[in-house]
Each structure stands twice: as C-alpha cells, then as structure tokens.
C-alpha cells in the first residue's frame, strides 16, 4: 500500500522553528517528486515546496524562500522540511504529496498521493 506519512508538526512562537517528515512507502521513491502543501482555516491548499527526488530540483513558494528548506532522505524514504524563522502566517496544516513527472505540476489534482495533514501553529 501506498503511504506518506506526515509529522513534525507543533506549536510554535514567532520566529521559532519546526522540521517536518513526510516518510513515503509502497512506490519508487527516487522516481517521484513529492511537495509539501499547506491549508490554513478558510483558505485554499497553497504548494509550499516540492523536491523532485531524481535530479534534486528544489521549488519554493515566494512566501517561503529564504526561510525554509526542503530535502530528501533516498535511502530512508524520507522527505523534510526544516521551517525556521516562522510566522503567524504559516499557521496551517501541512500536508505531503507525491508525482511522478520531470515538470512541476500547476494543480494540486495532479499529484498521484497524498499524505494526512499535521498541524502547525505559530503564535504571536
């Protein structure tokens, strides 16, 4: 069975860091790509980062260059995504996806599977 598994997330003050794992089983690591999403209450699903995992690309939101960092454990399954600096605004739940494809998907629709959500609040 196919499984990503979301964890790391927490509670957090301003300008404090968290570090997710999305740890994939059940499809070929290395040839998919996989994002990490976020929803805050009343807004819609926003694509945060993706690693495309064959070739090591590496994408940001603008929202979040400069502050997080997306990587990826090949042998362990393993997707992270270290977030320092953090901001009331980056509360939300955060959710893992993966693709198989080379070019960045435009919808969210087009990613193969997806993991549940982990809660991350920042406070003020």
Request: glycine share 10%.
């Amino acid at each position: 069975d196919v499984q990503l598994q979301a964890s790391g997330g927490g509670f957090v003050q301003a300008g404090g860091s968290l570090r997710l794992s999305c740890a994939a089983s059940g499809f070929s690591f290395n040839d998919y790509a996989v994002a990490w999403f976020r929803q805050a209450p009343g807004e819609g699903r926003e694509a945060v980062s993706t690693i495309f995992n064959s070739d090591g690309r590496t994408y940001y939101a603008n929202s979040v260059k400069g502050r997080f960092t997306i990587s990826s454990d090949n042998v362990e399954n393993v997707v992270y995504l270290q977030m320092n600096s953090l901001k009331p605004e980056d509360t939300a739940v955060y959710y893992c996806a993966a693709f198989r494809g080379h070019l960045l998907p435009n919808r969210a629709s087009e990613y193969d599977y997806w993991g549940q959500g982990t809660q991350v609040t920042v406070s003020s």
